[in-house]
């Protein structure tokens, strides 16, 4: 006992003897610690030394505690690399809105903030651009997070780089930018490349170009088209609208990137003055869908890289002819998933007055597999009063025009025409003649050349097919449309890109320019209202068009003499004689004046008339939309892939979390 009593007061000795513990409660004890506040310093981050101003603050306000914290981030790194990742793209905007982030502007040893309305202007003007590489925006350039408003007392980032702008603008006032076609890039693009693409091309022609989206593919990518007119956005009264279609089939892509490339070219040359083009976009409204396949895009390039890589290092890729990537993901050929009219229409031969147009689509249609991507279209075609429209495959080098399906009992390959078969072939010599080559003989390649003619073809009597997009356009809408195989070479090597555009370019624009062929007017009645819906019909050619919204109509014909009737429920016919001479390049105008007419309450149906075969209007009865609509917000939001993008690796530093607020879906 004595013994612990002896050990706890040698304890008692020991503690007594120690130093006093800090307490700020008994003066004199103690000096207690003091932190030191945040200084202004100088500003050491090397990708930072251009900003408009020479001090900063640590902690940042991303909580770096020092310049070597945040040298070592991801985030840094990415301002390091964004001018090589975004190929020159916003270069140095987004470097410069980050380092306001990183290296926060310093006065008087307070951190001032950068504008939110700078950030929202760089995010607007160059979100595309990170879109194109597949990465999401930057979260440290959140404008609502880390970026205020003027009244919170802000200031410009970029008020450097506007100042060395003026200047360069000022110098250059007067020798405008050259356009070169090598300022184009000749080369394969991703969706989100091509996407990023025609964004940027609608941000630098903001008032003659808009992009729009008709839907999404199975997979959840969206089908953007861009449009060029005068006023984008609105149809122009007596102004024909017109289409391209690329990449139905995934694997044959050069309709694709010519359309791409197009796109640019109308946007540059329509600034650059260039009269050709400025005649074009203001007198006709142009609608683009590059890719109406992107998922099967994604897999013929996914099937090139897996199986058609040469072992041989010098000969590089070799592309060839399969059909992966032809169809959609839900391996549809989406040339073969429309309504087949063409045997409706072939049904109505033995009427005494059949027609071939505005042909309903049958409720059985909606009972099979409809792709969304088809569904899409359809809907868009009938929602614009279409003129022309060039669908652009690959395959072969030649022009097919419609019927695609025969007239054989056994669907053999057969010649079988349309009613308006002179215009057809007027539509496909048009693109033929002014290919480069297609209508050479010596250029002839594929299975179409047996029966082929100076670089045309009958779809039917080259081969038959049932459900084909161009005999849809025909026999449900106003819309001409022919299908342009492009080459032989379904996805050729990027060096063969050059060629190809410079072998299509023209055709591509003569072939718009053919929307001004035939007649153009407006139906009205008696008190000057326009007549919606009215029948233009020519004599012998049974197959009419009807006019739009405000009354306006435009009739693709040949050179000659038309006898031309303009009809509607309720209004007598009115009959004109139009004379069409061979040199007119432009449409005639054809007005319609329709009165009034008694109708009999017992009227009965003209002899040989059709009897309706279901509602034109009726569309989607089942309401695909809905499901195809809940199908690509699914696929959207799927986990993400277990495939990385390309940079992905380059940001994964051997201390810390992986950066994974680069990827878009995440």
Not at 418 to 446: I, Q, W
Request: glycine content about 6%.
């Amino acid at each position: 006992m004595s013994i612990m009593l002896l050990i706890l007061l040698q304890l008692l000795v020991l503690v007594s003897c120690a130093p006093p513990r800090c307490d700020p409660g008994f003066r004199g004890q103690c000096k207690p610690t003091v932190e030191e506040k945040p200084k202004c310093t100088d500003v050491m981050l090397s990708y930072c030394d251009d900003m408009p101003y020479t001090q900063n603050m640590f902690p940042n306000i991303l909580n770096h505690k020092t310049r070597e914290d945040a040298e070592g981030s991801a985030e840094y790194l990415l301002l390091s690399v964004v001018e090589a990742l975004l190929g020159g793209e916003c270069n140095p905007d987004v470097r410069m809105l980050g380092c306001s982030v990183m290296a926060p502007r310093c006065e008087k040893e307070k951190v001032l903030k950068p504008c939110r309305a700078t950030c929202e202007a760089v995010r607007k003007r160059c979100s595309h651009a990170f879109d194109g590489i597949e990465m999401a925006w930057p979260y440290f350039l959140d404008c609502d997070r880390f970026f205020v408003s003027d009244e919170e007392g802000c200031y410009d980032p970029l008020e450097g780089l506007r100042a060395e702008q003026n200047e360069e603008e000022v110098d250059g006032m007067e020798t405008p930018p050259e356009y070169r076609d090598d300022m184009i890039k000749f080369n394969h693009h991703t969706n989100a490349q091509m996407i990023s693409i025609l964004k940027k091309t609608e941000e630098k022609c903001e008032d003659i170009a808009r992009t729009y989206s008709i839907g999404r593919s199975i997979e959840g990518t969206e089908l953007l088209v861009i449009e060029f007119s005068k006023n984008p956005g609105e149809h122009e009264l007596l102004e024909p609208e017109m289409k391209y279609v690329g990449n139905m089939h995934g694997n044959e892509v050069l309709g694709r990137e010519l359309l791409i490339l197009l796109a640019q070219h109308m946007c540059s040359e329509y600034l650059l003055g260039n009269e050709r083009i400025q005649t074009i976009i203001n007198t006709t409204r142009i609608h683009i869908l590059p890719c109406m396949n992107p998922d099967g895009h994604d897999l013929a390039v996914s099937g090139l890289q897996d199986n058609n890589y040469s072992e041989d290092e010098e000969e590089g890729p070799r592309y060839d002819s399969s059909n992966v990537g032809r169809n959609n993901a839900q391996n549809i050929d989406l040339n073969r998933n429309f309504p087949d009219l063409t045997s409706i229409a072939y049904s109505r031969r033995r009427q005494r007055s059949y027609s071939t147009d505005h042909i309903p689509i049958p409720d059985s249609y909606w009972f099979g597999k409809v792709a969304p991507e088809t569904y899409a279209v359809m809907k868009w075609i009938r929602s614009i009063p279409f003129v022309l429209s060039a669908n652009f495959n690959g395959g072969d080098l030649v022009v097919s025009y419609p019927y695609d399906l025969s007239k054989h009992p056994l669907q053999r390959n057969m010649l079988s025409q349309t009613p308006d078969a002179k215009v057809f072939k007027l539509l496909a010599r048009t693109y033929a003649n002014a290919h480069e080559s297609m209508s050479t003989s010596s250029a002839r390649c594929g299975s179409s050349h047996g029966v082929s003619e100076k670089g045309t073809v009958n779809g039917a009597q080259w081969s038959s097919i049932a459900g084909s997009m161009q005999d849809f356009n025909y026999l449900h809408t106003n819309c001409f449309e022919v299908t342009v195989e492009l080459g032989c070479e379904k996805f050729p090597a990027e060096d063969e890109l050059f060629n190809g555009w410079h072998e299509n370019f023209e055709a591509l624009l003569t072939f718009m320019e053919t929307a001004h062929r035939g007649i153009k007017g407006i139906v009205k009645d008696e008190d000057g209202n326009a007549v919606k819906g009215a029948q233009i019909s020519v004599r012998g050619i049974r197959h009419d068009v009807t006019t739009a919204e405000n009354g306006d109509y435009w009739r693709l014909l040949t050179p000659g003499v038309h006898i031309v009737t303009a009809s509607a429920p309720g209004y007598a016919k009115a009959i004109k004689k139009v004379h069409l001479p061979g040199h007119m390049h432009t449409a005639g105008r054809v007005d319609f004046l329709l009165k009034k007419a008694e109708i009999e309450p017992d009227n009965q149906e003209e002899e040989g008339s059709i009897p309706p075969m279901g509602n034109y209007d009726r569309f989607d009865p089942y309401n695909q939309y809905e499901r195809y609509t809940l199908i690509a917000d699914v696929s959207q939001n799927r986990p993400e892939s277990a495939k990385k993008p390309w940079w992905w690796s380059y940001f994964i530093l051997p201390e810390g979390p992986d950066p994974t607020w680069l990827l878009k879906h995440h």
